[in-house]
């Protein structure tokens, strides 16, 4: 392991308002940090944090990061897809068909997310938020676990999904090809920190090693952070 996974961090045009969205969406809780910023913090087994971050553009396609929430029970599933279309979410269509158990709804600023039926025995030790559902490769996956020492729990098919040693948290998946096509500014992206005992430097040389690239891109979104792109040309941040 040479780094941690701390955030994912969405764009948002209001950050409050979705963070209080989501914080209904997950039963996580709501902090305003000293420097403004809108985080949501665990109140489950989940490891990292959502960030939120003033500066979304208009939504022109689907995101590529989703997440899928999972339910206890028919009627927990219909009942969190009816408060949460109250609190502000829609129905949103990505190709599911009629049969399918999930609902995919899209939260107040259009991003995409899945409630799940229960008894999904891939998410079976997952909390709430059950899987951070991505659109890449294997070797994304790959580059991942080797990167953050989640071991990988799936993979076949081209399909991939890694899950913290701990085995309780959210896994992480990578749909496999055929790809999307990529925008100028994704609005969800992850926020890397150096593991414990690592420095920045070493930390970026290892994630070099492992494939990622250097991304200059002036003005990039997140303060104090080096940005990378990932072994599919994703931008991620390795943060202080």
Sequence with gaps: MVVELVALVMDSSSPGALGQFWERALGWHVNTTASGEVELLPSDSTSFRLVFHRGAGAKVAQNPIHFDLTSTSISDQKSSVADLITHGAESADVGQTLDEGHVVLADPEGNEFCVLEPGNR????????????????????????????????WDQDEETAIQAPTGDGPKITWSGPPLMAKSDRERIHFHLAPATGTTTDDAVDELLRLGASPLDRGGHRCLRAVALADVDGNEFCLVE
Excluded: I, M
């Design 122 to 153: 891939f998410l079976a030790s997952c909390p709430r938020l059950g899987a951070v559902n991505c659109d890449g490769t294997k070797e994304l996956g790959y580059f991942f676990s080797a990167a953050l020492g989640w071991p990988l729990v």
